[in-house]
């Protein structure tokens, strides 16, 4: 590993980056790309770049962010067991809490009857809990155009089945064996995405493995993340190379077939230069220890929803920053009361593994398991 990609492990394990700046914004991009959308009862509205929108970028960079990190977290994990410990208790929590404040609290308050949480719909309710799936309560945000309680949180399980299929592929072979086979993956991926053949789907197959398309597409994006880091000993990070990325992918928004790939590798390669490359801002350091970018995610849209059903706001920026401030002090306290102490059981017991061989220096490493 040449020094570039020494500094960037070393910078990950100590912290010393900027995903948490990064994480923030992408959360705030989704409050920004929403609010039109909501308060002119109009999915139209949405901002957006090329062929998708702004959410829609932010919710890509959340992957390609995840399949980085989250390769590195099976590495360096002691076995599969310790991984996925980690992983359920990082994703589960959170989104259980939320889920349940958005049923039994909101949905009463927004136009649900409280007829409809009899014993076979709580049953429904909870199996959606247990899926990762936001369940729709009837009458709740009833006036809306799109009726949700939590509309962002549909991409829960898309990024929870992208942790499974990072575990699948490293108990299959050593990644520093199959790093080829990942990245041709992800190029496959957005490939048959932009062919544009793929069925929706619903019942039983949405739920054990969403919609097609949408499954392949984020699913690409996670892969180009996790390539990064399997090939982070091989790409140069100089800030030329970046304006030159930034150049192609705001050329990439141009042509509808050519945006998913854009955003994959070039937006992939200004993400890890500015995470990895530049000084660390202060907001990061700070985002890093006390993670709420994924409480403002989560809260932000039933938080949208409600300003403009009960509260009538009917400016998006007064929606949209409004819908900030509180996300992030929901979050904060999601942080502070479920997610942290989560994080400190998930690690309680696991064991301290041995310095971990790098996956793509130690080409004898065998499978971790």
């Known amino acids: 590993m040449g020094p570039s990609g020494m500094a960037a492990q070393a910078a990950i394990h100590a912290k010393n980056n900027n995903f948490g700046a990064l994480r923030l914004l992408f959360a705030a991009l989704v409050i920004f790309s929403h609010s039109p959308a909501i308060v ?25 962010v995840s399949g980085y ?35 039994f609290v909101l949905a009463p308050l927004v ?21 990762l799936l936001m369940p729709v309560i009837p ?21 929870f089945r992208c942790y499974i299929l990072v575990a699948a592929l490293g108990l299959i072979a050593s990644y520093a064996r199959l790093r080829p086979y990942v990245l041709g993956g992800a190029f496959a991926c957005l490939f048959l995405t932009a062919l544009d053949v793929l069925p929706w789907s619903q019942g039983g197959v949405f739920i054990a493995i969403g919609s097609p398309p949408e499954t392949v597409r984020l699913t690409g994006i996670f892969m180009f993340g996790m390539a990064f880091y399997l090939y ?24 509808p077939v050519t945006t998913n790939f854009g955003l ?40 949208q ?17 409004a819908t900030l401030a509180l996300s992030s002090a929901f979050a904060y306290a999601s942080w502070i009361a ?13 064991g301290r593994a041995a310095p971990a061989a790098d996956p793509v220096e130690d080409r004898k490493m065998l499978p971790l398991g």
């Open 40 to 64: 002119f009862n109009d999915r139209s509205t949405e901002p957006m770049f090329g062929p998708v929108t702004l959410g829609e970028v932010a919710v890509d960079g959340f992957f390609i």
């Open 69 to 103: 990190l989250i390769t590195k977290s099976f590495v360096g994990s002691v076995s599969a067991l310790d991984y996925f410990r980690k992983r359920v208790l990082r994703i589960y929590p959170g989104f259980v809490v939320n889920a349940a404040l958005c049923v």
């Open 111 to 131: 136009g649900a009857p409280l007829t409809v949480f009899n014993p076979l719909k709580l049953i429904d309710i909870f199996a959606h809990f247990a899926f």
């Open 139 to 159: 009458g709740a945000f009833g006036d809306m155009v799109r009726p949700a309680l939590n509309g962002a949180a549909w991409t829960i399980p898309y990024e």
């Open 232 to 255: 982070r000993d091989r790409i140069p990070y100089r800030s030329d190379l970046a304006a030159a990325a930034a150049a192609l992918l705001i050329a990439s928004a141009f042509l």
């Open 264 to 303: 994959a590798i070039c937006g992939a390669y200004l993400i890890f230069w500015f995470a990895l490359h530049r000084p660390v801002l202060r907001i990061s350091a700070f985002a890093n220890e006390t993670d709420i970018s994924y409480g403002v995610y989560l809260y932000a849209w039933p938080i």
């Open 305 to 321: 929803m409600t300003l403009v059903h009960v509260f009538h706001l009917v400016s998006p920026w007064a929606v949209s920053f």
């Open 338 to 350: 479920v997610e942290k102490p989560a994080l400190k059981f998930a690690h309680r017991g696991a």
